[in-house]
């Protein structure tokens, strides 16, 4: 079978229900990960994606803040959520689906406006994040499993839209770039995306402070589909729904899509 699975930062599941009903009802992807969820599991509005052939759903979330989902057509089984860093954060959620394969759905912390841990707390969470990430994928490599998300890093100078001024902002340094790499290679991660898509420049984010949004294109490649390697090879078909973004009230992000012959 064909699994084609999207994933999207949606900043308020309920109050952009209708957009995700929109992507669901016009895209028709067999999962659907949101990030940003902002809200208690119980308060997320799975009826609505119920009524479009959606019914099944593995979540965690909290009250204004976080929140990870996992919405599917095909049956799963929820298969747990790590705490990083203690914090009781909403980051993380898996669930697996009836062929056995494993979906991990993350988000990541944006890490403020300093990339320097010594004066901000938020950067220095960032990248604990992310080396607990790391250190679980070497104690136990994943298999038969795909990992998508908010990762909140654009690793490739073709991720953004100017890799020298953004060098020293967040999202972009070289220390997290580095740790973002050193935890994808602790799974042997495959970025599906790029495989797919090597060249040129690639967003999925762009500021809600531009004016133009789509003119300026000031944007960063911050969502991320991965696969381990041994299923890797069947992942094809990615790309990016930028006009997503400009709808009506929008998400900053916009969803990323690939499928896996499985």
């Known amino acids: 079978m064909t699994l084609t699975i999207a994933t999207w930062n949606i900043n308020s599941v309920r109050l952009r229900a209708g957009l995700v009903a929109k992507l669901l009802t016009e895209e028709a992807p067999d999962v659907l990960c949101l990030q940003e969820c902002k809200s208690p599991v119980e308060k997320i509005p799975a009826e609505v994606f119920a009524d479009l052939g959606y019914g099944h759903m593995v979540a965690r979330g909290q009250k204004g803040y976080n929140g990870v989902a996992i919405l599917s057509r095909l049956p799963l089984a929820d298969a747990g959520h790590r705490d990083f860093c203690e914090k009781g954060d909403a980051r ?17 912390p944006a890490g403020g406006d300093v990339p320097d841990r010594e004066v901000n707390d938020k950067f220095g969470h960032k990248l604990d994040f992310l080396t607990e990430m790391r250190d679980w994928f070497r104690d136990s490599a994943p298999e038969k499993a795909i990992l998508v998300g908010d990762l909140n890093i654009a690793p490739r100078e073709d991720d953004v839209w100017s890799h020298k001024q953004l060098l020293k902002v967040v999202s972009h340094t070289p220390v997290e770039v580095d740790q973002l790499s050193e935890t994808q290679e602790a ?34 490649r911050l969502d991320h589909v991965w696969a ?32 896996f012959d499985l």
């Open 187 to 220: 799974g042997d991660w495959v970025d599906i995306t790029r495989t797919d898509i090597p060249d040129g420049q690639l967003y999925s984010w762009w500021s809600y402070r531009a004016k133009d949004w789509d003119a300026a294109d000031k944007g960063r």
């Open 228 to 259: 381990s390697k041994d299923i890797a090879n069947s992942g094809h078909s990615s790309r990016i729904l930028r006009g997503a973004r400009g709808w009506e009230q929008p998400s900053d992000h916009a969803p990323v899509f690939a499928s």
């Open 92 to 108: 993380h959620v898996a669930a697996t689906l009836e062929n056995g394969v494993t979906i991990h759905n993350y988000y990541v």
